[in-house]
């Protein structure tokens, strides 16, 4: 079992910053990749960036050039740091954590941080 707990969310300007972070508990070892996801009002969850356990990464079109995924496996704490910041990118975001074992991948969520970037 992995647990993760976010922080970090809160009330910015159009075009300033916020940096969230994810930290995580319990299984750690075993988790390969990491990732944020957002869900604004009435809308679906969407992918906003991936990290592997080798560092690879992966935006949304969305976010390219603005957001920045990192990881620190000895802080076992996942960081997003939004730049740029839009009133579109007002969302509920979610850490998540998979971990793959033979025949399958378990995947946890965290309990999600609240941003809201102001016009």
């Known amino acids: 079992q992995v647990q993760l707990v976010e922080s970090g969310g809160g009330l910015v300007q159009a075009g300033g910053s916020l940096r969230l972070s994810c930290a995580a508990s319990g299984s750690i070892r075993r988790i390969n990749t990491m990732c944020w996801y957002r869900q604004a009002p009435g809308k679906q969850r969407e992918l906003v960036a991936t990290?592997?356990?080798?560092?690879?990464?992966n935006y949304a079109d969305s976010v390219k050039g603005r957001f920045t995924i990192s990881r620190d496996n000895a802080k076992s704490t996942l960081y997003l740091q939004m730049d740029s910041l839009k009133p579109e990118d007002t969302a509920v975001y979610y850490c998540?954590?998979?971990?793959?074992?033979?025949?399958?991948?378990?995947?946890?969520w965290g309990q999600g941080t609240q941003v809201t970037v102001s016009s």
């Open positions: 990290i592997t356990d080798g560092g690879s990464t």
């Open positions: 998540n954590a998979k971990t793959f074992f033979a025949g399958g991948v378990n995947a946890y």
